[in-house]
């Protein structure tokens, strides 16, 4: 799937270089005085690419091996066109900023500390050279194009897409509908943990089932239960995910208790707790009985429920006589769902001829209530009976052995060219990572991602394009107040991604985004091909530095959530490419961008 997948951010990349390669601000101040007739040579060749782009894309998507090859190869060539025209772009900032008396006052770093000395005619010779390769690598794979034969299919402007509205959350859209159709799972579950309210013994109970099918929606409606809160003395809630370290499990659950403790078997002891571990993968038995060993220290009748998609994982864990294995949706429900997500009015609802198809979509599902949401968000911008047909035709039926990701692929495909790479970036994130979504907004700017459209400010516009990545079910558990569209800053919005989302943008974007969260010492653990780099880890200043300068050269975005007490190093090769630094609560632009987080 990651290979297949990572092609599918080409388009938006080349996109971006098109629009850098026709700045009016190279032009301006002169960077590309002597390269003038490669420039108009290149601004030719990339529309000339980006027509047949998506065309180029499903034929990879049809295991077309060589055409994978292709667009693997105009990837990487993509990204040194996009390096190259952001020197130009920073030489002419550096420019502009000296002819208007601004060199050191373009934000809080230093343009100079920025930007190498430049003397004019070795950085038109550098310049010039990196022009040609990137030309050269161009030529040939145009050729190769042509013999390829691809579709002409231009992809829509930036200026025809109309953005979608929404009057609620999606959560809170289909809240009705998952308390009715999880009743029963609900109230079978409530009696099992009511039950074991004299067990001396720690009860856990898991419930496990094909990712998308709802455990973590039937878990919180579990965990809002009137008779659970007015049971259990203790309510706490974890999400694990990939990192099962009893260390800092025990300290997650410390933090949701809120209750001053600073041990695991203080919060708990003498208290009836109930502790859901939300998305559990540990198949390590050590590991388990080293955090139950904390946990046994509550009240008669405490209980641990867990959520996971690995039977293996369930059985290791269950005390009760087996775990609660969570089946599909029924196929009424799945219908409701599609039709809320599919439709934006009532007067649509009552359009026969794809009233007609929602059954047939319903079975493409498979039970799952986040595949009917995707699914059906994404028909909900086609119009006509034939769009629906052709999104029916190309979507695979869920199944046991795939699981939901080809319908939540497809979702992903029939995004526009900038959506997907605003989306795909988002697997620089660990899975389940609170999000805050301004400083998400100015990484899509700082990286270049949003695209002008009708003079609005790039804030603005990333506004829109996050509120249709969530309308479509892209985005979860947005909290914080809604913001408006006249000012980024005017609230604190935060936001999650479903694992299974997740995974989607993931393997669009291959190894280019790494979130890094285990401990290491040594720079080989660092990955050669990342682009954007999450960081979690405990590794040393020191450590870090060399390995950000001798390994990463091609470091665009670097996210460190913890604060260093030495400074981190930006400089030679990672100098001229990051566009992005965020260390724990601060966050870094380069100075085209430092504009905008002052306006």
Known sequence: MAELMATMVVGPLLSMVKEKASSYLLQQYKVMEGMEEQHEILKRKLPAILDVI????????????????????????????????????????????????????????????LIPTHNRIVFRYRMGNKLRMVLNAIEVLITEMNAFRFEFRPEPPMSSMKWRKTDSKISQLYEDIAAESRKEDKQAIVNRLLAQASNGDLTVLPIVGMGGLGKTTLAQLIYNDPEIQKH????????????FDVDSLAKSIVEAAGKGKNELKEVVSGHRYLLV??????????????????????????????????????????????????????????KEIIQRSAFSSEQEKRRPELLEMVGDIAKRCSGSPLAATALGSTLRTKTTKKE????????????????ILPILKLSFNCLPPYMRQCFAFCAIFPKDYEIDVEMLIQLWMANGFI?????????????????????????????????????INDSRVTCKIHDLMHDVAQSSMGKECVAISRKFSKSEDFPNSARHLFLSSCLPEDALNASL?????????????????????????????????????????????????RE
């Open 54 to 113: 998506a065309d180029a894309e499903e034929q990879a998507a049809k295991h077309r091996e060589g055409v994978k090859a292709w667009l693997e190869v105009l990837r990487k060539v993509a990204y040194q066109a996009n390096d190259v025209f952001d020197e130009f772009e920073y030489e002419a900032l550096r420019r502009r900023a000296k002819a208007k008396g601004q060199y050191k006052k373009l934000g809080s770093m230093d343009v100079i500390k």
């Open 232 to 243: 259990f003395q203790l309510l706490l809630w974890v999400c694990v995910s990939d990192n």
């Open 277 to 334: 571990l939300d998305d559990v993968w540990n198949r390590e038995a050590s590991k388990w009985e080293a955090l139950k060993s904390y946990l046994r220290h509550g009240a008669s009748g405490s209980s641990v429920l867990t959520t996971t998609r690995d039977q293996e994982v369930a059985q290791l864990m269950a005390t009760t006589e087996k775990p609660y294995d969570l089946k599909s949706l029924n196929d009424k429900f799945i």
């Open 388 to 403: 629906w047909e052709a999104v029916l035709s190309s979507s695979t039926i869920c199944g046991e052995e795939n699981g």
């Open 451 to 487: 695209p002008e459209h009708q003079g609005e400010c790039p804030e603005i516009t990333g506004k829109r394009i996050f509120k249709d990545l969530e309308s479509r079910s892209f985005f979860q558990d947005v909290k914080g107040i809604p913001f408006e569209f006249h000012d």
């Open 549 to 597: 300068e001798k390994v990463c050269p091609g470091i665009q975005t670097l996210i460190c959530s913890r604060q260093y007490e030495k400074d981190i190093s930006v400089n030679g090769d990672l100098q001229r490419s990051v566009r992005a630094l965020k260390i724990e609560g601060g966050l870094l632009l380069k100075p085209k961008y430092l504009r905008h987080l």
